[in-house]
C-alpha cells in the first residue's frame, strides 16, 4: 500500500465521494486507478504496461508493469512526488465530474418530455437556472410565458425539453411554452388520458392566451370532451391554474377534415366549407354576426384553428360569398346561350371562373345538366376570346395552417414536421408559399373588438 494512505480511510472518502456525487463506488475506484495511471507514466520505462489497482475491501493500492522479457515487477508509490501527486488530484476530479455527468444524463434522458419541478436559484439575464435537486436546469427566455414572471427561491413546473451534455456538465432545457407541457398537464389531471382511453390527437398553443386541444376517445361510453373538462370544470381548472388562467378550447376530433375544421373553430359557427385539397386550403363561410367570434381576440382563433387543423383558412362571411357568387354569375350570363339556370348549374358544379371553364375542357363541361357539345364548344370559344381573371373576395381573412415536408408531401392533422427537417431547414431559403400581408389580421382586429365575450355567449337561452 503507498505510504501516507490509510486504506480504511480512503475507502470512507471513497464512499463520502460516491454518496454526494451520486456516483457508484466501483466508479470512484476506477477513477482513483485510470488517475494513477496518468500520474505514474512519467515514473515508469514502461508506461503501456502499468497496471494500478485499488482493492474494494482494504483500501490498498498497487501498481505493477511489465518489462520487454515479460517480466512484472511492483512499482513503488511512495516516491511519487509532487508534481505527480498534482497529476493525480487533476485526472481524479476530471474522472469523477464526467462520471457525475454520464449519470445525472443517463437519469434526465429518461425524463425528456416529463414535467418536473423545481426552485428557481438565479437568473443570467432573461434566462433562469432552475435547481432540480440533483441537477440544474437552463430556463431560457424563448421558453418562459411571457405573461409570467419568477422570483428567485419560487417553485417552477416545466417539461424537460431537451437534455444534451456539454464539456464536463449536463445542459437540462426546462419549457413551459412547448405544447408537450399541456399535453403532461392533462395527462396528470385526467385519469382517462393517462391510461390512453382518451387520446390527444393534437396541441397548439399561443402561450399565456389560448390554447387549442383535441382529443378522441377509445371507449364510446367516455365522452373525451367532458372527460377532460371533469364536473362543473373540475379537471380542466387545475390545468388552468397551472398555466395562469390561459384559455383552453377543448375540441372533438374527427378524421373529416369539414368536421375538424368547424369543430376547431368554436365557439364560432360555420355556415359552410370548400375545400381545395391541392392547395390545403379551406374557404370557411360564416354568419355576418360570427365574423369576429371566428377570428378572435387579435385573430388567435383562426391562427390557431389553422395550426390544429394543418390547412390554410380563408374566413368569409355570407354576404362576403353572396356578392362574390353574384358578380361569378352575371359574367357567366355574358356568355352567349347562357342563362340564369344554366349560369348557376356551371357554378353549382365547380365552375367559378373562365380559367377554370378552360382549364376543364368541354368533356367536363357538358357534365353539367342542361350543356351538350354544341353549347359547350360556343362557352370555350367564348372564355378563350374573353380571358378574364376570376372574381375576388374582398377583405379574406387568411390564416396559415398548411405544412409541407421537404418531399412536398403536406404535413397531415395531428402529426408534426419532424425535428431534424425543422432544425435542418436552410436559413433564408425561399418558401413554397407566397408571401403573407405584412398584418393579415389589420382589418381583422376591428371585428374582433366588437367580439361577444364567452361568458355573453354563455349567457344567451
Known amino acids: 500500500m503507498t505510504a501516507g494512505v490509510n486504506g480504511a480511510e480512503l475507502l470512507r472518502f471513497v464512499e463520502m465521494i460516491a454518496r454526494e456525487k451520486g456516483i457508484e463506488k466501483s466508479e470512484v475506484l476506477g477513477s482513483i486507478e485510470q488517475a494513477m495511471i496518468v500520474a505514474l507514466r512519467k515514473r515508469v520505462e514502461n508506461p503501456d504496461t502499468l497496471v494500478v489497482t485499488v482493492d474494494p475491501n482494504n483500501g490498498e493500492i498497487t501498481a505493477h508493469e511489465t518489462d520487454l522479457d515479460g517480466v512484472t515487477s511492483e512499482v513503488k508509490l511512495a516516491d511519487m512526488g509532487r508534481i505527480a501527486a498534482q497529476t493525480f488530484k487533476q485526472i481524479f476530479v476530471q474522472k469523477n465530474r464526467e462520471a457525475e455527468r454520464d449519470n445525472i444524463y443517463e437519469k434526465y434522458i429518461q425524463l425528456k418530455r416529463e414535467i418536473r419541478s423545481g426552485t428557481v436559484q438565479r437568473n443570467e439575464g432573461p434566462n433562469y437556472v432552475v435547481n432540480l435537486g440533483d441537477a440544474e436546469a437552463f430556463f431560457p427566455r424563448k421558453e418562459q410565458v411571457p405573461t409570467e414572471s419568477y422570483n428567485i427561491g419560487e417553485r417552477v413546473r416545466g417539461l424537460i425539453l431537451d437534455v444534451r451534455k456539454q464539456g464536463q456538465k449536463v445542459k437540462i432545457i426546462l419549457s413551459r411554452t412547448h405544447p408537450e407541457f399541456v399535453k403532461k398537464l392533462f395527462e396528470l389531471e385526467v385519469p382517462e388520458v393517462a391510461e390512453r382511453i382518451i387520446e390527444i390527437k393534437a396541441i397548439v398553443r399561443e402561450p399565456g392566451f389560448r390554447s387549442k386541444v383535441a382529443v378522441a376517445s377509445y371507449d364510446p361510453k367516455v365522452d373525451a370532451v367532458g372527460a377532460c373538462v371533469g364536473v362543473r370544470g373540475s379537471r380542466i381548472k387545475g390545468i388552468i391554474d397551472e398555466l395562469n388562467n390561459e384559455k383552453i378550447d377543448i375540441i372533438r376530433w374527427n378524421e373529416s377534415a369539414e368536421i375538424l375544421i368547424t369543430n376547431a373553430l368554436k365557439p364560432a359557427r360555420v355556415d359552410s366549407i370548400t375545400l381545395d385539397y391541392d392547395n390545403r386550403r379551406a374557404r370557411v363561410v360564416v354568419p355576418d354576426d360570427q365574423l369576429s367570434l371566428s377570428i378572435g381576440k387579435r385573430g388567435q382563433n383562426v391562427r390557431l384553428a389553422a395550426r390544429l387543423c394543418k390547412w390554410d383558412l380563408d374566413i368569409v362571411t355570407v354576404s362576403q360569398e353572396q356578392d362574390w357568387r353574384k358578380r361569378t354569375l352575371t359574367k357567366f350570363r355574358n356568355i352567349e346561350g347562357v342563362d340564369e339556370l344554366l349560369s348557376e348549374a356551371l357554378f353549382n358544379s365547380g ?46 381573412v387568411h390564416a396559415e395552417g398548411a405544412q409541407r415536408r421537404p418531399d412536398n408531401t403536406f404535413v397531415e392533422p395531428g402529426q408534426e414536421l419532424e425535428e431534424e427537417d425543422e432544425e435542418g431547414a436552410t436559413p433564408g431559403a425561399p418558401s413554397d408559399k407566397p408571401k403573407e400581408p405584412v398584418d393579415p389580421f389589420s382589418r381583422a382586429a376591428e371585428y374582433a373588438a366588437q367580439a361577444p365575450s364567452r361568458e355573453d355567449l354563455n349567457a344567451k337561452p
Open 351 to 396: 365552375f367559378d371562373s373562365f380559367q377554370d371553364i378552360l382549364a376543364a375542357g368541354p368533356e367536363a363541361l357538358m357534365k353539367v345538366p342542361g350543356i351538350n357539345i354544341e353549347s359547350a364548344a360556343r362557352i370555350i370559344q367564348h372564355v378563350t376570346a374573353n380571358p378574364e381573371p376570376p372574381e375576388e373576395i374582398a377583405d379574406v
